[in-house]
């Protein structure tokens, strides 16, 4: 059977290239909402992470109806350490909507997401989308998007894929590039004629494939995904079943049945083949299980998503400020929040550390990982977070670590600088091409070579240049490397830092503290110029003498103190230092805090 009444699609495509505006466009004219409802821009970043930094995190689902066809609509992240979500959410649909910039053409992420999804077979529909920017290329931008598709052996029909021009953010669609549209009634036209409907046989036993995870203090664990076979009912006994491990079937009744409707969430009492549910009641639930019917328990096949390329050491803080600001401090609370976190996250590993109170946490990059961090430090959680690692793996007997494809555009005047320090850091350039006034370069360098690289980009570019990443598989280890030159100054005191020890540690490098903040032994007050370490007091005071002189009682000068976002302190901190996070402070510190132990290590390590 055929449902023509359905339509599933995602809409990918690499960051910022306008997604989650496009799907705020859909929405507003298939009239979603009510009339006089206040609705804020990107409604389907709904998540406080989301809304800050202006990125999808996690794919979300909604739906239209256009001339009585229900059109399922996913919305992806486009970072590249969020490409595990791309991927598990390609099962559900049955075509894509790929959205590349007009100015920008295709982007790494563009070709990362646009394999998976022709690998699995899906429809492809392009949209240029930003038709309406003053530097768009409407004629050059095609052109690149098929040969994108050549190189990525597409078939005969997906190179014959519709080529629409859109301005997500005014809500217009055209076939004409230099004819400008009116409304996205031809982007709705084409999903229909060109994305296939849902084919399946309704009669037969159930099958559910379990894409997403969604959680409720309420009702619990909540499984999403396609139904792709059968009907399923509220109330009904099923099994729990998975392709790619031997457990035997869980029993479980499916509680609650909900349908994807606009921005929420519709309850049924039964969907069939090609409706994508949510439903409730199976609390063992994980991604890429099938739900089946006791009838016929054969279970889908899950995609394979890619292995983490990176790894932190999690760990309980263990400073003397542990315990007094956040909720949960304890291993038993934090081992059980990260691995409840494997639960909904496909792309991330948690395994036991070497101690009973650390974790090893793997995951697609730094970012990936900082938004986990910052996720826990809002709900309470206190940790401490080693420097980041590169997974190496062992390939016919040679040691061989993970490749970033980096693609970097720039001003002319700045390419001298980013090219030398690429340079110094292993990176292989690939190709450079002039856009008007900036270059376009792309690199292959080792992934571990770019930690600490982003900021120092940003500083050579005047905070002009775009750096872009995506993982480009293993090759042999390319040696060692220096990534950072600088040293650390340390509080070798406890206490609490005063204007006076600050103005005479400034001289020695940047500092990272203030006045007034609370400091221990161990803990990192600011960087050293040099690359060594230099234990310091910052709580000295001036001690009161009976003698006045001119001069002698003005107020001394200090620097304005350099505050570290997460990501940033990630970048920075080496192989001896750790980050203390609480819900409300970052502190950088060495893991042995005792001055005379550390200094005896670092002498042991040196022999």
Excluded: W
């Amino acid at each position: 059977m055929i449902r023509e009444d359905l339509r599933n699609v995602a809409i990918i495509a690499h960051v910022d290239h306008g997604k989650t505006t496009l799907v705020d466009q859909m929405l507003k004219q298939c009239d979603t909402y009510h009339e006089n409802q206040v609705v804020r821009d990107r409604v389907m970043d709904s998540g406080d992470l989301e809304r800050e930094r202006g990125i999808t995190i996690l794919a979300k689902n909604t739906s239209v109806v256009r001339n009585g066809i229900k059109i399922n609509i996913i919305d992806t992240p486009g970072h590249a350490d969020f490409g595990g979500e791309v991927e598990r959410i390609l099962k559900m649909v049955n075509g894509v909507i790929l959205l590349v910039d007009s100015a920008e053409g295709p982007m790494p992420q563009t070709r990362f997401v646009l394999q998976r999804a022709m690998e699995l077979g899906h429809r492809v529909i392009v949209v240029v989308n930003k038709m309406d920017r003053p530097d768009a290329r409407l004629d050059e931008v095609p052109d690149e998007v098929l040969e994108l598709l050549l190189e990525l052996d597409a078939t005969d029909e997906q190179l014959d894929s519709p080529m629409l021009f859109c301005s997500g953010r005014t809500g217009t669609a055209t076939v004409n590039p230099h004819v400008p549209g009116e409304n996205l009634d031809v982007l709705f036209d084409t999903i229909i004629d060109y994305i296939p409907a849902p084919e399946g046989e309704i009669e037969e036993p159930l099958q559910l494939l379990v894409s997403s995870i969604d959680y409720n203090d309420y009702v619990g664990r909540i499984g999403i995904g396609r139904i792709e076979r059968g009907t399923i009912h509220q109330g009904e006994e099923v099994l729990i079943v998975n392709y790619h491990n031997n457990t035997a079937p869980k029993k479980t009744k499916i509680v609650s049945l909900y349908t994807i409707d606009g921005l929420g969430r519709k309850q049924v009492e039964s969907a069939s083949m090609g409706d994508i549910v949510c439903f409730s009641g199976a609390e063992d639930l994980t991604i890429g299980d099938t739900i089946v019917s006791p009838l016929d328990p054969t279970p889908l096949e899950f995609v394979k998503v890619s292995e983490p390329t990176m790894e932190m050491t999690f760990q309980v803080n263990d400073s003397p400020f542990a315990g007094r600001e956040g909720k949960f401090v304890t291993s038993r609370q934090i081992r059980e929040r990260l691995y409840k976190e494997t639960l909904k996250d496909v792309s991330l590993r948690v395994t036991d550390g070497d101690t009973t109170d650390s974790f090893k946490v793997a995951g697609r990059g730094e970012m990936h990982l900082s938004i986990l961090i910052e996720t826990m430090r809002r709900e309470g959680y206190e940790i401490c977070c080693s420097n980041p690692k590169v997974l190496y793996k062992e390939i016919d007997g040679v040691t061989c670590e993970p490749m970033e494809h980096v693609t970097i555009d720039v001003p002319d005047e700045y390419v001298g600088a980013v090219v030398e320090k690429l340079g110094q850091r292993k990176g292989e350039l690939l190709e450079m091409n002039k856009h008007g006034d900036r270059m376009k370069i792309e690199y292959s360098i080792p992934s571990r070579c770019l930690f600490g690289y982003r900021s120092e980009f940003l500083t050579d570019t005047r905070g002009e240049g775009i750096l872009n990443t995506l993982f480009d598989g293993y090759q042999p280890h390319k040696g060692e490397i220096v990534t950072r030159f600088t040293g650390s100054l340390v509080a070798s005191e406890d206490g609490e830092s005063t204007s006076y020890g600050l103005f005479n540690a400034q001289d020695r490098g940047v500092m990272f503290i203030g006045v007034q903040t609370p400091v221990y032994e161990g803990m990192l007050v600011g960087e050293c110029p040099k690359n060594i370490d230099i234990a310091l007091n910052v709580c000295k005071k001036k001690h009161l003498t009976s003698i006045r002189s001119a001069g002698a009682d003005e107020a001394l000068r200090l620097v304005p103190p350099k505050v570290f976002s997460l990501e940033q302190a990630i970048e920075f901190i080496g192989e001896d230092e750790l980050i203390e996070v609480t819900p409300k402070s970052l502190r950088l510190r060495k893991k042995i805090l005792n001055t005379e132990l550390r200094l005896k290590a670092e002498a042991k390590l040196k022999k």
